[in-house]
Protein backbone atom coordinates (compact mmCIF):
# COMPACT_ATOMS: atom_id res chain seq x y z
CA UNK A 1 0.00 0.00 0.00
CA UNK A 2 1.13 3.52 -0.81
CA UNK A 3 2.73 5.26 2.11
CA UNK A 4 4.29 8.57 2.89
CA UNK A 5 6.76 9.07 5.90
CA UNK A 6 7.91 12.76 7.17
CA UNK A 7 11.41 12.84 8.52
CA UNK A 8 11.20 14.87 11.68
CA UNK A 9 7.70 15.67 13.79
CA UNK A 10 9.38 18.88 14.90
CA UNK A 11 11.26 21.27 12.95
CA UNK A 12 12.37 25.17 14.96
CA UNK A 13 14.54 27.46 12.21
CA UNK A 14 15.01 31.06 13.04
CA UNK A 15 13.01 33.98 11.38
CA UNK A 16 15.06 35.02 7.83
CA UNK A 17 16.23 31.22 7.69
CA UNK A 18 16.27 28.68 5.47
CA UNK A 19 13.05 26.10 6.23
CA UNK A 20 13.67 22.21 5.02
CA UNK A 21 10.65 19.93 5.41
CA UNK A 22 11.28 16.28 4.35
CA UNK A 23 9.18 13.65 2.72
CA UNK A 24 9.74 10.81 0.90
CA UNK A 25 7.07 8.51 -0.38
CA UNK A 26 7.05 4.56 -0.64
CA UNK A 27 5.48 3.55 -4.42
CA UNK A 28 8.05 2.78 -7.02
CA UNK A 29 5.64 4.46 -9.58
CA UNK A 30 5.27 7.92 -9.36
CA UNK A 31 2.72 9.18 -7.52
CA UNK A 32 0.51 12.74 -7.23
CA UNK A 33 2.24 14.10 -4.34
CA UNK A 34 1.06 17.36 -2.25
CA UNK A 35 2.08 19.68 0.80
CA UNK A 36 -1.09 20.78 2.83
CA UNK A 37 -0.56 23.46 5.89
CA UNK A 38 -2.55 23.54 8.85
CA UNK A 39 -2.39 26.79 11.03
CA UNK A 40 -3.48 26.47 14.60
CA UNK A 41 -7.13 25.45 15.37
CA UNK A 42 -7.97 25.23 11.32
CA UNK A 43 -8.50 23.28 8.45
CA UNK A 44 -5.46 21.80 5.98
CA UNK A 45 -5.08 24.26 2.86
CA UNK A 46 -3.08 23.17 0.20
CA UNK A 47 0.41 24.78 -0.69
CA UNK A 48 1.57 23.09 -4.05
CA UNK A 49 1.37 19.64 -6.13
CA UNK A 50 3.28 17.32 -8.22
CA UNK A 51 1.24 16.34 -10.96
CA UNK A 52 4.77 15.35 -13.03
CA UNK A 53 4.95 18.71 -15.34
CA UNK A 54 7.31 19.67 -13.45
CA UNK A 55 9.41 18.32 -11.00
CA UNK A 56 10.22 21.53 -9.15
CA UNK A 57 6.64 23.12 -7.71
CA UNK A 58 6.01 26.64 -6.84
CA UNK A 59 3.46 26.90 -4.46
CA UNK A 60 1.60 29.43 -2.07
CA UNK A 61 3.87 31.80 0.23
CA UNK A 62 6.95 31.22 -1.27
CA UNK A 63 6.96 27.84 -0.43
CA UNK A 64 8.39 25.07 -3.27
CA UNK A 65 8.82 21.42 -3.38
CA UNK A 66 11.32 19.37 -5.80
CA UNK A 67 10.21 16.14 -6.97
CA UNK A 68 13.29 13.63 -6.92
CA UNK A 69 12.63 9.97 -8.56
CA UNK A 70 15.94 9.02 -7.26
CA UNK A 71 15.39 9.13 -4.23
CA UNK A 72 11.64 9.22 -3.62
CA UNK A 73 11.15 12.06 -1.81
CA UNK A 74 9.40 15.79 -2.67
CA UNK A 75 10.70 17.91 0.58
CA UNK A 76 9.34 21.03 0.94
CA UNK A 77 11.27 24.81 0.85
CA UNK A 78 11.44 27.89 1.49
CA UNK A 79 14.55 30.22 1.88
CA UNK A 80 13.45 32.77 4.41
CA UNK A 81 10.94 31.62 7.04
CA UNK A 82 8.50 34.15 8.29
CA UNK A 83 6.94 34.54 12.06
CA UNK A 84 3.49 34.09 10.11
CA UNK A 85 4.85 30.18 8.52
CA UNK A 86 4.46 28.77 12.41
CA UNK A 87 2.13 25.66 11.38
CA UNK A 88 1.96 21.95 10.79
CA UNK A 89 2.73 20.37 7.56
CA UNK A 90 1.44 18.10 6.11
CA UNK A 91 2.88 15.78 3.11
CA UNK A 92 0.18 13.43 1.08
CA UNK A 93 -0.21 10.82 -1.66
CA UNK A 94 -2.62 9.43 -3.72
CA UNK A 95 -1.70 6.64 -6.33
CA UNK A 96 -2.27 7.48 -9.95
CA UNK A 97 -5.06 4.63 -9.84
CA UNK A 98 -7.15 6.18 -7.40
CA UNK A 99 -7.00 9.51 -9.50
CA UNK A 100 -10.48 9.35 -9.67
CA UNK A 101 -11.66 8.70 -6.10
CA UNK A 102 -9.73 11.77 -4.56
CA UNK A 103 -8.18 9.36 -1.79
CA UNK A 104 -5.60 10.86 -0.28
CA UNK A 105 -2.73 9.14 2.56
CA UNK A 106 -1.33 11.70 4.77
CA UNK A 107 2.17 11.84 6.57
CA UNK A 108 1.90 12.33 10.46
CA UNK A 109 2.72 16.11 10.11
CA UNK A 110 5.81 18.51 11.04
CA UNK A 111 5.09 21.28 13.73
CA UNK A 112 7.36 24.06 12.18
CA UNK A 113 8.30 26.82 14.68
CA UNK A 114 9.75 29.94 13.91
CA UNK A 115 12.10 31.76 16.35
CA UNK A 116 12.35 35.42 16.45
CA UNK B 1 -19.81 30.66 -0.85
CA UNK B 2 -19.48 28.98 2.43
CA UNK B 3 -17.29 26.09 1.47
CA UNK B 4 -17.43 23.24 3.44
CA UNK B 5 -18.98 23.72 7.31
CA UNK B 6 -18.98 21.50 9.98
CA UNK B 7 -21.36 21.02 13.00
CA UNK B 8 -20.81 20.71 16.18
CA UNK B 9 -17.20 22.57 16.98
CA UNK B 10 -16.97 20.60 19.66
CA UNK B 11 -18.74 17.46 21.44
CA UNK B 12 -18.19 15.64 24.59
CA UNK B 13 -19.48 11.83 24.64
CA UNK B 14 -20.33 9.33 27.18
CA UNK B 15 -19.36 6.00 26.64
CA UNK B 16 -22.03 4.26 24.57
CA UNK B 17 -23.42 7.22 23.41
CA UNK B 18 -24.29 8.26 19.43
CA UNK B 19 -24.41 11.14 17.27
CA UNK B 20 -24.18 12.83 13.84
CA UNK B 21 -21.10 15.25 12.91
CA UNK B 22 -22.39 16.99 10.12
CA UNK B 23 -20.91 18.42 7.13
CA UNK B 24 -22.23 20.55 4.08
CA UNK B 25 -20.31 21.71 1.40
CA UNK B 26 -21.91 24.69 -1.38
CA UNK B 27 -19.44 23.91 -3.94
CA UNK B 28 -21.22 21.17 -6.23
CA UNK B 29 -18.28 18.98 -5.57
CA UNK B 30 -18.71 15.40 -6.26
CA UNK B 31 -15.88 13.87 -3.82
CA UNK B 32 -16.48 14.07 -0.08
CA UNK B 33 -14.65 12.56 2.46
CA UNK B 34 -13.90 11.98 6.37
CA UNK B 35 -10.89 12.40 8.65
CA UNK B 36 -9.77 12.19 11.72
CA UNK B 37 -6.71 13.61 13.16
CA UNK B 38 -4.52 12.38 15.89
CA UNK B 39 -1.36 13.61 17.34
CA UNK B 40 1.38 12.06 15.47
CA UNK B 41 -0.44 10.28 13.61
CA UNK B 42 -1.63 12.57 10.88
CA UNK B 43 -5.02 12.47 8.99
CA UNK B 44 -6.58 9.17 9.10
CA UNK B 45 -9.18 8.61 6.32
CA UNK B 46 -12.81 6.95 7.70
CA UNK B 47 -14.86 7.20 5.05
CA UNK B 48 -15.62 8.98 1.29
CA UNK B 49 -18.41 9.28 -1.06
CA UNK B 50 -17.62 9.95 -4.94
CA UNK B 51 -20.96 11.23 -5.44
CA UNK B 52 -24.25 11.28 -3.90
CA UNK B 53 -25.42 7.67 -3.41
CA UNK B 54 -22.02 6.14 -3.09
CA UNK B 55 -19.45 5.73 -0.56
CA UNK B 56 -16.73 3.37 0.44
CA UNK B 57 -14.21 2.59 3.74
CA UNK B 58 -11.25 4.64 4.07
CA UNK B 59 -8.15 3.46 6.48
CA UNK B 60 -10.11 3.26 9.47
CA UNK B 61 -13.80 2.84 9.39
CA UNK B 62 -14.73 1.05 12.54
CA UNK B 63 -17.67 2.44 14.64
CA UNK B 64 -18.32 4.99 11.96
CA UNK B 65 -21.30 4.91 9.17
CA UNK B 66 -22.07 7.57 6.60
CA UNK B 67 -24.58 8.63 3.94
CA UNK B 68 -24.61 10.92 0.49
CA UNK B 69 -28.07 11.37 -0.25
CA UNK B 70 -27.39 14.64 -1.49
CA UNK B 71 -24.39 16.43 -3.53
CA UNK B 72 -23.97 18.96 -0.44
CA UNK B 73 -24.37 16.73 2.47
CA UNK B 74 -22.08 13.97 3.99
CA UNK B 75 -22.90 13.07 7.97
CA UNK B 76 -20.85 10.99 10.00
CA UNK B 77 -22.46 8.83 12.94
CA UNK B 78 -20.58 7.23 15.23
CA UNK B 79 -22.97 4.64 16.78
CA UNK B 80 -21.83 3.48 20.01
CA UNK B 81 -18.59 5.95 21.08
CA UNK B 82 -15.42 4.56 22.75
CA UNK B 83 -12.72 6.98 24.46
CA UNK B 84 -10.59 5.47 21.42
CA UNK B 85 -12.86 7.94 19.09
CA UNK B 86 -12.07 10.85 20.75
CA UNK B 87 -9.75 12.75 17.84
CA UNK B 88 -10.70 15.85 15.69
CA UNK B 89 -12.69 15.26 12.58
CA UNK B 90 -11.90 17.10 8.95
CA UNK B 91 -14.70 16.83 6.79
CA UNK B 92 -13.29 17.36 3.23
CA UNK B 93 -14.63 18.35 -0.77
CA UNK B 94 -13.13 18.21 -3.81
CA UNK B 95 -14.18 18.08 -7.26
CA UNK B 96 -13.59 14.23 -8.06
CA UNK B 97 -9.79 13.97 -9.53
CA UNK B 98 -7.16 14.15 -7.40
CA UNK B 99 -5.46 16.74 -9.34
CA UNK B 100 -8.27 19.26 -7.59
CA UNK B 101 -7.65 20.88 -4.14
CA UNK B 102 -9.40 18.79 -1.28
CA UNK B 103 -11.17 22.05 0.83
CA UNK B 104 -11.12 21.24 3.89
CA UNK B 105 -14.00 22.29 7.13
CA UNK B 106 -12.58 23.83 10.34
CA UNK B 107 -13.03 20.71 12.34
CA UNK B 108 -15.18 19.21 14.91
CA UNK B 109 -13.16 18.27 18.77
CA UNK B 110 -14.36 15.20 20.03
CA UNK B 111 -14.27 14.17 23.66
CA UNK B 112 -15.29 10.67 24.73
CA UNK B 113 -15.29 10.31 28.49
Known amino acids: AQSVTQLGSHVSVSEGALVLLRCNYS??????LFWYVQYPNQGLQLLLKYTSAATLVKGINGFEAEFKKSETSFHLTKPSAHMSDAAEYFCAVSDRGSSNTGKLIFGQGTTLQVKP | NAGVTQTPKFQVLKTGQSMTLQCAQD?????MSWYRQDPGMGLRLIHYSVGAGITDQGEVPNGYNVSRSTTEDFPLRLLSAAPSQTSVYFCASSLRHILYEQYFGPGTRLTVT
Open chain 2, 27 to 31: MNHEY
Open chain 1, 27 to 32: SSVPPY
